[in-house]
């Protein structure tokens, strides 16, 4: 099973069929977990903030350099990255779903796969199999695509419902069991996924649990006329893609994690979120209203929204910034509110303006 360790030229494209080379079974001996485990490791030091704000200035500075006119769906990456959370992004084809997600994935030197989804990807595509050795006559894993600290999903929903349902636990949990053994995966982690949108041919829709998974759904949009001008100059010629190189490493972003999970939030902004996700169950143009994991996520998104911001605390304004990508995709409407012709980010917009805003406090 091929994988990259920073450089994505060589990334591993994951159809039906697998190779042997990249991970062994021996480097999967620190991640393997069972239940006699009992010694946790002592706690990684975080960051400053300081080093939030250069390292995410310079993530955001070599994605904008080949993603032209894009900063706050670039922002919205970084911050998802920072989240602990995973993207998923969905558009119509070729307005830079993947561009976006390679461009991430380059920016920082750590193990980066591909997936790509076909009807006919398997599960164990992803996950790995354990397979038998003649060499040592005993059975062997050998550790599928996920097995990275960037997972680049492209078109997630072309695969069947058994095939999306393998990351399930990978993405809640942060580990794969194959065959009665957990195996914990890579530090930092995250899932990046295109889809097209359901109406296109040969897609089956994302299950409720599945997007409900992703913390945040973005969509690219078409670029304005000066951004599709300057596109022509950069990608005419050679990729800008090709000629990017790491401005981080995963031990850093890592350490840029545990900063983020230390901005202060204050019971009233707790609250404020609280109010949100309650307000979706509430809604009358809603079936289906934000999870208690929803609530999380908007927690979490909204501290790294205002560590990018240079704060050590989060502000009412950091939870709105935030809501619609994080907590649209999650809501189902009613027949009355598509028959408005009124989206999922429409309600959440409007609930913005309806739950009351608590002062700003520390």
């Given at each position: 099973?091929?994988?990259?360790?920073g450089?994505?030229?060589?990334?591993l494209?994951?159809?039906?069929?697998?190779d042997?080379?990249g991970i062994?079974?021996?480097?999967l001996?620190?991640?393997?977990?069972?239940?006699?485990?009992?010694?946790?490791?002592a706690?990684?030091?975080?960051?400053?903030?300081d080093?939030?704000?250069?390292?995410?200035?310079?993530?955001?500075?070599?994605?904008?350099?080949?993603?032209?006119g894009?900063?706050s769906?670039?922002?919205?990456?970084i911050?998802?990255?920072?989240?602990?959370?995973?993207?998923?992004v969905?558009?119509?084809?070729?307005?830079?779903?993947?561009l976006?997600?390679?461009?991430?994935?380059?920016t920082?030197?750590?193990?980066?796969?591909?997936?790509?989804?076909?009807?006919?990807?398997?599960?164990?595509?992803?996950?790995?199999?354990?397979?038998?050795?003649?060499?040592v006559?005993?059975?062997?894993f050998?550790?599928?695509?996920?097995f990275?600290n960037v997972?680049?999903?492209d078109e997630?929903?072309?695969a069947?419902?058994?095939?999306q349902?393998?990351?399930?636990?990978?993405?809640?949990?942060?580990?794969?069991?194959?065959?009665?053994t957990?195996?914990?995966?890579?530090?930092?982690f995250?899932?990046m996924?295109?889809?097209?949108?359901?109406?296109?041919?040969g897609?089956?829709?994302?299950?409720?649990a599945q997007?409900d998974?992703?913390?945040?759904?973005?969509?690219?949009g078409?670029?304005?006329?000066?951004?599709?001008?300057?596109?022509?100059?950069?990608h005419g010629g050679?990729s800008?893609?090709d000629?990017?190189?790491?401005?981080?490493?995963?031990?850093?972003?890592?350490?840029?994690?545990?900063a983020?999970?230390e901005?202060?939030?204050?019971?009233?902004?707790?609250?404020?979120?609280?109010?949100?996700?309650?307000a979706?169950?509430?809604?009358?143009?809603l079936?289906?209203?934000?999870?208690?994991?929803?609530?999380i996520h908007?927690?979490r998104?909204?501290?790294?929204?205002a560590?990018?911001?240079?704060?050590?605390?989060?502000?009412?304004?950091?939870?709105?910034?935030?809501?619609?990508?994080?907590?649209?995709?999650?809501?189902?409407?009613?027949?009355e509110?598509?028959?408005?012709?009124?989206?999922t980010?429409?309600?959440?917009q409007?609930?913005?303006?309806?739950?009351r805003?608590?002062s700003?406090?520390?």
């Amino acid at each position: 099973m091929g994988q990259d360790r920073g450089h994505p030229e060589h990334q591993l494209i994951v159809g039906n069929t697998t190779d042997d080379e990249g991970i062994t079974v021996s480097e999967l001996d620190d991640h393997r977990r069972t239940s006699t485990d009992s010694d946790a490791p002592a706690p990684a030091r975080g960051a400053s903030l300081d080093t939030v704000l250069q390292v995410s200035a310079s993530l955001a500075a070599a994605m904008n350099a080949v993603i032209e006119g894009k900063q706050s769906v670039v922002r919205t990456a970084i911050t998802v990255l920072l989240a602990e959370g995973h993207l998923l992004v969905e558009d119509v084809p070729g307005v830079g779903k993947t561009l976006l997600a390679k461009t991430l994935a380059r920016t920082i030197d750590c193990r980066v796969s591909r997936v790509q989804f076909t009807p006919d990807l398997l599960p164990s595509d992803i996950t790995g199999v354990s397979v038998f050795n003649q060499d040592v006559r005993d059975f062997e894993f050998r550790p599928g695509a996920i097995f990275a600290n960037v997972v680049v999903g492209d078109e997630i929903n072309r695969a069947s419902p058994k095939t999306q349902s393998a990351l399930l636990e990978s993405m809640e949990e942060g580990q794969v069991t194959v065959d009665g053994t957990t195996y914990a995966l890579p530090r930092p982690f995250i899932v990046m996924a295109t889809q097209n949108p359901i109406e296109m041919e040969g897609t089956y829709p994302l299950p409720e649990a599945q997007r409900d998974r992703f913390m945040a759904r973005i969509s690219m949009g078409y670029p304005s006329a000066r951004a599709e001008l300057d596109m022509l100059d950069l990608h005419g010629g050679a990729s800008p893609l090709d000629a990017l190189q790491p401005v981080t490493d995963a031990a850093t972003v890592s350490a840029m994690v545990r900063a983020v999970r230390e901005v202060h939030t204050s019971p009233s902004v707790r609250q404020y979120i609280v109010d949100l996700t309650h307000a979706t169950r509430s809604s009358s143009a809603l079936r289906l209203g934000a999870s208690p994991r929803a609530t999380i996520h908007l927690l979490r998104a909204s501290r790294a929204h205002a560590a990018l911001a240079g704060r050590d605390h989060v502000l009412p304004d950091d939870v709105q910034q935030v809501a619609v990508p994080v907590l649209a995709h999650r809501l189902i409407p009613t027949g009355e509110t598509q028959m408005a012709h009124r989206s999922t980010a429409d309600v959440v917009q409007d609930l913005l303006q309806r739950v009351r805003v608590p002062s700003p406090t520390r």
